[in-house]
Structure formats: C-alpha cells, structure tokens
C-alpha cells in the first residue's frame, strides 16, 4: 500500500487537515470548536512526522515525536475543556468574546 502512496500524498493530506484546522481556529467563537481545531492542527503534524519517518530512512524519530504529540494534545484537551467549563460557570456561554469582560 505504501508503493501506491508516495510522501506528497501525505503532506497533501495533512496541508487539508492543518488548512482545516486552521479555518476553525480563525473562524468559530465557540471555544470547543476552536478547540477542536487545535486538536486538527496537531493531528497534521502528527501526520508529517510519520511521513518523513517513514520515507525518510526509517528511524523512528518521527514515531517518537508523533507519540509526544499525541501526549501533548490529550493533555492540552483536558486543560482547555477545564478552561471552557469554567468560562461556562462564570458566564454562561461558552463564546469566546464574552472573556472580554475579565478583569485584574
């Protein structure tokens, strides 16, 4: 299957996937759905370093990485869905805009 599939099938794949997550990132007010989009934006790179791991030698850098990614995304998931259930609790709503009014 990988003879079918060279490494610019790959970047392609995860340029849509960042390009995605990018879009939800700059365009919801909701904070899960930016959320969310961060979540996409590392599953990209996610995606490159076991790309380049993979048609780049095989060493398994890239597989070392994209573990640490994943480790670093759950734990950015658990804060940050911490953060919007506060937000929740203090405001109720979860848009973004209404942190505005935070102060000192």
Do not use: P, W
Request: hydrophobic share 60%.
């Amino acid at each position: 299957m990988a003879g079918a599939l060279g490494l610019n099938h790959f970047l392609l794949l995860s340029l849509i996937i960042f390009s995605l997550g990018m879009v939800c990132v700059l365009t919801r007010r909701n904070a899960i759905g930016i959320l969310m989009g961060v979540e996409l934006i590392l599953n990209s790179a996610n995606i490159n370093y076991l790309a380049f791991a993979f048609y780049g030698g095989g060493k398994y850098d890239g597989q070392i990485f994209a573990i640490f990614v994943i480790m670093l995304a759950a734990a950015e998931a658990v804060i940050g869905l911490a953060v919007v259930l506060a937000i929740y609790q203090n405001f109720r709503t979860i848009d973004v805009d209404a942190t505005e009014t935070l102060s000192g």
